[in-house]
């Protein structure tokens, strides 16, 4: 039973954009913490943005300051990272999860303990 379904990946331009989507199906029920991993062939999965949805508290890793928002839609359960000035680097494969718990900011990032995981969408840069 797929619960959370990304979408919006694909290939993309050095210094373009691309928006992602997460969304959670109705037996998901509510979400305190969503969050955006990635994850390469030579890297472990990293955590890359999350918010809290009660308080809109957030949380990006130190590579995506300043390019990357994450925003939800808590009517909708819908969750949504805006990619801008996108670098080779950030190819990867990006899985959105969620968890019933809202997280102190010291795990938002950390990819264990999340509820739901989605089944990932690639994201491709090309120069």
């Known amino acids: 039973q797929v619960q959370l379904v990304e979408s919006g990946g694909g290939s993309v331009q050095a210094g373009g954009s691309l928006r992602l989507s997460c969304a959670a199906s109705?037996?998901?029920?509510?979400?305190?913490?969503w969050a955006w991993f990635r994850q390469t062939p030579a890297k472990e999965r990293e955590g890359v943005a999350a918010?809290?949805?009660?308080?809109?508290?957030?949380a990006y890793a130190d590579s995506v300051i300043g390019r990357f928002t994450i925003s939800e839609d808590h009517a909708n359960n819908i969750m949504y990272l805006e990619m801008k000035e996108i670098k080779a680097e950030d190819a990867a494969v990006y899985y959105c999860?969620?968890?019933?718990?809202?997280?102190?900011?010291?795990?938002?990032?950390?990819?264990?303990?999340?509820?739901?995981w989605g089944q990932g969408t690639q994201v491709t840069v090309s120069s």
């Open positions: 999860a969620a968890d019933q718990l809202v997280r102190p900011t010291s795990t938002m990032l950390s990819n264990k303990g999340y509820d739901f």
């Open positions: 109705r037996t998901v029920g509510y979400i305190d913490t």
């Open positions: 918010i809290i949805t009660g308080n809109g508290r957030t």
